[in-house]
């Protein structure tokens, strides 16, 4: 299996980015995914959450109207379109994803089946 999220960058306030996640060995569609950060110098922190089939998502209180989750399963693709973004959301951002499907902003203390690497999100002027 392989993760590899991509889309991070360096962004000026106000401005959007939109995070991918490619997933391979395993299939999306049975697995409920979330995405992880953690801002410099601060613990992890969940941020937002897409069902297996695609019909429920959840968001932190911090990014609930600027941040929206979608996915392709036909691209094995998660995404996290990142809209009016600020310094505070800059960050090193996660994918996670789990068989076993849970309800709510990923809790970074969970146990994931499958974590990515990372794409770095630096938001300043």
């Known amino acids: 299996w392989r993760f590899v999220e991509s889309g991070g960058g360096l962004v000026q306030p106000g401005g959007s980015l939109r995070l991918s996640c490619a997933i391979s060995g395993i299939t999306l569609a049975s697995y409920a995914v979330g995405w992880l950060r953690q801002p410099p110098e601060k613990e992890r922190e969940g941020v937002s959450y897409i069902s297996p089939s695609g019909e429920t998502t959840y968001y932190a209180d911090s990014v609930k109207g600027r941040f929206t989750i979608s996915k392709e399963d036909a691209k094995n693709t998660v995404y996290l379109q990142m809209n009016s973004l600020k310094p505070e959301d800059s960050g090193n951002y996660y994918c996670?994803?789990?068989?076993?499907?849970?309800?709510?902003?990923?809790?970074?203390?969970?146990?994931?089946?499958?974590w990515g690497p990372g794409t770095q999100v630096t938001v300043s002027s």
């Open positions: 996670v994803a789990k068989a076993r499907d849970w309800h709510g902003v990923p809790d970074p203390d969970m146990a994931y089946d499958y």
